[in-house]
């Protein structure tokens, strides 16, 4: 059973900077992409960021040039490097690996860490 454990939440304020880190458990972390999501109250999870196996990333255009993921294949962690953080990015973030043919279209979630930007 693959799981994604999240850190590195918490509260910040608006202008601050925060780090995400997540690190599955078992032998597919170079294999797979891997995403960030979020999702604050009332509100649908959407798609922060996107990383494929071979570096290529995406983003969405709410983070662009603030937002920063990348892995580290040698230590089996996925990061998400969020500067000039907004109230409006308050959420909980959640690590994923997107459903593939390499994973039997299974997709998988972490816990979830909350993100809270004040004021």
């Known amino acids: 059973q693959v799981q994604l454990v999240e850190s590195g939440g918490g509260l910040v304020q608006a202008g601050g900077s925060l780090r995400l880190s997540c690190a599955p458990s078992g032998s597919i972390f170079g294999i797979n992409p891997m995403a960030w999501y979020r999702q604050a109250p009332e509100k649908q999870r959407e798609l922060v960021a996107l990383i494929s196996t071979s570096d290529n990333v995406n983003y969405a255009d709410s983070v662009k040039g603030r937002f920063t993921i990348s892995r580290d294949n040698a230590k089996n962690t996925l990061y998400l490097q969020m500067n000039s953080l907004k109230p409006e990015d308050s959420a909980v973030y959640y690590c994923?690996?997107?459903?593939?043919?390499?994973?039997?279209?299974?997709?998988?979630w972490g816990q979830g860490t909350q993100v809270t930007v004040s004021s």
């Open positions: 994923n690996i997107p459903p593939t043919p390499i994973n039997n279209w299974h997709t998988y």
